[in-house]
């Protein structure tokens, strides 16, 4: 029973890792329906719907309009830059990115 349960907190760790990225200023970690980006100044989340059978999941970004409206201030005027971090660093997922108003 201990076995069974270091083997599967290694592997929870393991896939929390690999879920991981940090390579510019900002962090991404994808969680279960929860795309998380992180920097000094502040973090926001975005969602994320898996499909099954063989399709990409799906992750939802704001408008342009929307993401002015919603985002705190050190985020506000930096759509495009976090963006393609986010984008950047979440390739691995394949993810059809969906904007929504």
């Known amino acids: 029973m201990t076995r069974r349960l270091t083997l599967a907190a290694l592997g929870l760790g393991a896939l929390w890792f690999t879920c991981r990225e940090t390579r510019g200023v900002g962090k991404v970690e994808v969680r279960y329906r929860v795309i998380r980006y ?20 799906i992750a939802y970004v704001p408008s342009p309009r929307r993401w002015r409206a919603e985002m705190d201030e050190w985020a506000r005027d930096r759509r495009e830059e976090i963006f393609a971090d986010i984008r950047e660093q979440t390739s691995y997922m394949n993810f059809t990115w969906r904007e929504y108003d």
């Open 38 to 57: 992180t920097e000094p100044a502040g973090d926001l989340e975005l969602g994320w719907e898996p499909l099954v059978g063989g399709k990409p999941p």
